[in-house]
C-alpha cells in the first residue's frame, strides 16, 4: 500500500502542476480577451478529481483490497499512458491548454499532436487515468463509481466546450 499512496500522491502533485500551468495560461488569455464558457460545471469537476485521488486510497485500505499483480501492473502501465498523453496534450496547445474552458478570440483550433487524431485527447487521458488509477490496488469500487460519474460530466464538457470552441474559433 505504500507504494500505491506514493503514487496517488505523485498524481496529487501532477494536478497541483497542472492548476499552476492552468492558472498561468488563463491570465494570459484573459490578458488576450478570452471568455470562459460553463464555470457552473468546474467546482464538480474539482470535487470529482479530489475525490478520486481521497477514494483510491481510502478503498483498498478499508476494504482491504490487494495488489494483484496481473491487474495492477498493466493498470499502472495505463496510469503513465494516460500522463504521457496529457502532457502531450498540454505542450501541443501551450499557452491555450487549460483545465478551464477559455477561448481566446481569434485563435484557431490546435490540429497538431494528439489533436491530429482526436478531438479532445485531454479526455481520453483523463477517461483512461480515472478507469486505471484506482485499479493499481484493485479498488474496483472507486473505479467503477468515478468512470460513470465522469463520463456524466464529461458529457457537459465535452457539449460546452464544443459550443464555445464552435461559437468563438475559427477553424
Do not use: K
Amino acid at each position: 500500500m505504500t507504494w500505491f499512496t506514493l503514487l496517488v500522491l505523485a498524481v496529487a502533485v501532477e494536478r497541483l502542476v497542472e492548476l499552476v500551468v492552468a492558472r498561468r495560461n488563463a491570465a494570459r488569455a484573459f490578458t488576450r480577451g478570452g471568455v470562459e464558457h460553463g464555470q457552473g460545471h468546474y467546482p464538480a469537476m474539482v470535487v470529482l478529481h479530489l475525490s478520486l485521488l481521497v477514494c483510491c486510497l481510502l478503498e483498498p485500505a478499508l476494504a482491504d483490497r490487494p495488489f494483484l499483480p496481473a491487474l495492477g501492473w498493466p493498470m499502472l502501465a495505463l496510469v503513465l499512458l494516460a500522463q504521457t498523453l496529457r502532457w502531450w496534450c498540454v505542450t501541443t496547445l501551450g499557452p491555450y491548454w487549460n483545465t478551464r474552458v477559455i477561448v481566446v478570440p481569434g485563435a484557431h483550433l490546435v490540429g497538431a499532436g494528439p489533436y491530429r487524431f482526436l478531438r479532445h485527447p485531454n479526455y481520453v487521458a483523463v477517461v483512461m487515468e480515472i478507469a486505471a488509477l484506482p485499479l493499481v490496488h484493485s479498488a474496483w469500487l472507486t473505479a467503477a463509481v468515478f468512470s460513470v460519474a465522469n463520463a456524466v460530466l464529461l458529457t457537459v464538457r465535452i457539449r460546452c466546450e464544443n459550443t464555445a470552441l464552435g461559437q468563438a474559433v475559427p477553424a
